[in-house]
């Protein structure tokens, strides 16, 4: 993780005076939107940005804009490298030492809200935030009626990615001349369809949903899951022509031997370089089920930014301004130009640069067949998970109906859970012989320490520990959210969690002899 510290260069307390041909007024300072409160003065923030490299030295020269833009302010920043994905967990363990503002993944939203670590927009900037950015991307940042985020990107979504020289156009529209192309040229069709997020695109297709609602407080409270149903069953049926096709694999991290890879923009540098010449970017296919035709939905999904609560309304006032800026058009293009982001700006997503990307250009396709990721209960990921391989292993219609009635129990067993079940935790992982499938249950003894049984654990295999067989509060090896668990040698095993019962947590291995 890097720390990148910027300390502005200031004019002291100063104010900037500006000559107007012919008039002579001294240009007012800069004042709240909203209130018409004067905000000059001398800011000490602290904010988290994407770790990427790079990305902390363009935001340093975007918050010198910024002053420039608004004399009078003055911004200390010192800013901070941590993934997007891992934001929330951290803001959570401590809200009140959090940064001023971070970013992080919209899927995290409701944690945040439920947490109170979050700033919501005032009337007028939510306004313009609403004007500015796309619908998608409003909605990601959005809890119960609420706007409660920045928009910082559109780009979270999925599309195709083919070999031009044994794919055309026009065949790529189909999903079965695609396994038919990849088949005869010996070539594999990468998509993982054992990981929800694209598993979904399938039951999306036909017509399938999987709504989540949650109250003002972010916590979750009815699900609207139409999966287990004859759309269902066409979707499972409409996968099972891929899954089972010997040219499948559901590895799309890598490109080797691919025709064809179903992923998003972070792997553009990749396709270009697998396929050269013969790249080609498009929306995904269609695939027929009983005589009906069917588009491959999918995810959409964004990074947002997002402020936190302020006892003192001029830095709370300030500290809005600023995340309107570096959410907004200029500082979004200068994001794309260097690092490819998708801009979530209307305006940006119109300049001929970004329409000219073929992979931008191709998510844009895809997303007019897309969901938005709202917010999503942490259990439903290992539950959609296993139906991409159950329509693998599937050898009847029976089978496939099966799979879609078990989905369906887990889902309704998530809202009657008892208190005692969604404080329980668990062990899961690629450990035991198990896929990040099973989990295995700690015991608390004494208060605050949980314990698992003995286990079977080979020199590789990961795991987590988490709570309530949902992904919303885990640990690893570096607090929560933290990465998996690695085992060091063969042996037999007790997971060990010694807890604090708020943010920290400290995962072992006891091995037990014998």
């Not at 920043?77 to 934001?87: C, K, L, P």
């Not at 119960?144 to 529209?173: H, Q, R, V």
């Not at 038919?180 to 017509?207: D, P, Q």
């Not at 794309?336 to 191709?362: C, H, M, R, T």
């Amino acid at each position: 993780m890097k720390i990148r510290k910027i300390l502005s260069v200031v004019l002291a307390a100063l104010m900037v005076v500006a000559c107007f041909a012919g008039c002579g007024e001294e240009k007012k300072p800069d004042t709240d939107k909203d209130t018409g409160v004067d905000l000059s003065g001398t800011y000490d923030i602290k904010l988290w940005v994407s770790e990427i490299d790079g990305v902390a030295a363009l935001f340093e020269k975007q918050i010198d804009a910024f002053e420039k833009a608004n004399p009078g302010i003055v911004i200390n920043a010192s800013i901070e490298g941590v993934t997007e994905g891992d934001a929330a967990s951290k803001v959570i363990q401590d809200v009140a030492t959090a940064p001023d503002i971070y970013c992080f993944a919209q899927d995290q939203l409701a944690r945040l809200v439920e947490a109170k670590a979050l700033a919501v927009p005032g009337t007028k900037a939510a306004e313009t935030i609403k004007a500015n950015n796309d619908a998608f991307s409003i909605a990601a940042a959005t809890v119960a009626g609420k706007l409660s985020a920045y928009p910082l990107t559109s780009d979270n979504g999925y599309y195709m990615y083919y070999d031009k020289s044994i794919i055309s156009e026009e065949d790529a529209e189909s999903l079965e001349k695609i396994i038919a192309a990849c088949e005869k040229n010996n070539v594999k069709f990468r998509y993982a369809l054992e990981n929800s997020w694209y598993t979904a695109s399938f039951f999306f297709a036909t017509g399938c949903e999987s709504t989540w609602t949650m109250d003002a407080e972010g916590k979750f409270n009815a699900v609207n899951d139409t999966f287990n149903s004859d759309k269902g069953l066409a979707a499972m049926k409409g996968m099972q022509k891929l899954a089972q096709s010997p040219c499948y694999d559901s590895n799309a991290d890598i490109f080797t031997d691919a025709g064809v890879v179903i992923t998003g923009i972070w792997a553009a540098n990749a396709a270009g370089e697998h396929f050269g010449e013969n790249l080609g970017a498009t929306d995904l296919p269609s695939f027929e089920v009983d005589g009906t035709s069917y588009h491959l939905g999918s995810y959409t999904g964004n990074k947002l930014m997002g402020v936190k609560p302020q006892t003192d309304a001029k830095r709370a006032a300030v500290l809005s301004q600023l995340a309107q800026y570096l959410t907004g058009e200029a500082c979004q293009l200068e994001r794309y130009e260097q690092f490819q982001w998708g801009p979530s700006n209307k305006a940006a997503q119109a300049s001929d640069k970004v329409k000219s990307n073929i992979s931008l250009a191709a998510l844009a396709k895809q997303n007019e067949y897309g969901v938005l990721q709202g917010q999503i209960h942490g259990s439903w990921w290992d539950i959609a998970k296993v139906l991409g391989a159950e329509a693998k292993a599937a050898t009847s219609e029976a089978d496939l109906q099966s799979a879609l009635d078990d989905y369906k129990k887990a889902i309704d067993a998530l809202f009657t859970m008892t208190d005692e079940q969604k404080n329980a935790w668990s062990v899961i992982g690629g450990i035991c012989g198990t896929n990040w499938d099973t989990d295995y249950a700690m015991t608390e003894d004494p208060a605050g320490t949980y314990t698992s049984e003995a286990l079977e654990l080979k020199a590789g295999e990961e795991f987590k520990v988490r709570q309530g067989a949902s992904w919303d509060v885990n640990f690893g090896v570096d607090g929560p959210g933290g990465a998996n668990f690695v085992v060091e040698k063969d042996g037999t095993y007790k997971v060990q969690l010694v807890w604090d019962g708020a943010e920290t947590g400290t995962v072992t291995l006891i091995p037990v002899e014998g």
